[in-house]
């Protein structure tokens, strides 16, 4: 028995390491990455202020940074249609900026696991298949249309 329990616990201790050793990896990209959306989300993810209104919603506890992955990376590729002057900025198409699966990958995981987030690790893996997703999609995403989809 243990002639089979030590080298499976050993096994699965391993990819628990190179799980977090990925994830450093990712954080540390996606921190340097933030800088594109510092700018209007703020250096601490909460919306740069001007006047009384601000650049951008905050990052920290957001349904779309928080909620399914798929949307989110949407979101980041195509943009949201400004259909209100709500925010002085405007979330526009960032896949000229994300153009590799690491990157993609890289910036999720960080908006997911900082400004006090926990929504966990997108591998590049993972992204790609967010980006084949909407590789057809030519226009930003709708706000009605992306709370309809993380509803279902
Ligand atoms: C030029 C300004 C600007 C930049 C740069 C920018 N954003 Fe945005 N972002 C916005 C604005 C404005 C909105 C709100 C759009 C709307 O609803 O009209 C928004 C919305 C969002 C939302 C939806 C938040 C919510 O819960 O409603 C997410 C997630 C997001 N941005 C992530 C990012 C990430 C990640 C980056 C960097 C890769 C980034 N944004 C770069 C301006 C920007």
Not at 45 to 70: N, Q
Not at 119 to 139: I, L, S
């Amino acid at each position: 028995m243990t002639r089979i329990l030590i080298p499976l616990l050993a096994t699965l201790g391993l990819a628990a390491a190179q799980d977090d050793a990925a994830k450093a990896k990712l954080m540390e990209t996606g921190k340097t990455a933030f800088a594109t959306c510092m700018a209007c989300h703020g250096p601490d993810g909460t919306g740069l202020p001007v006047g009384d209104k601000k650049m951008a919603p905050s990052l920290a506890g957001s349904p779309i940074a928080t909620g399914k992955p798929d949307i989110f990376a949407g979101v980041i590729l195509k943009g949201i249609a400004k259909e209100t002057q709500d925010y002085m900025g405007v979330m526009a198409p960032l896949e000229a900026t994300f153009q590799t699966d690491e990157m993609l990958a890289a910036i999720m995981t960080y908006v997911r696991s900082s400004f006090g987030n926990d929504a966990g690790m997108v591998t590049p893996e993972q992204a790609k298949e967010y980006r084949a997703k909407w590789a057809d999609k030519k226009e930003p995403l709708k706000r009605a249309d992306i709370e309809e989809m993380e509803k279902k």
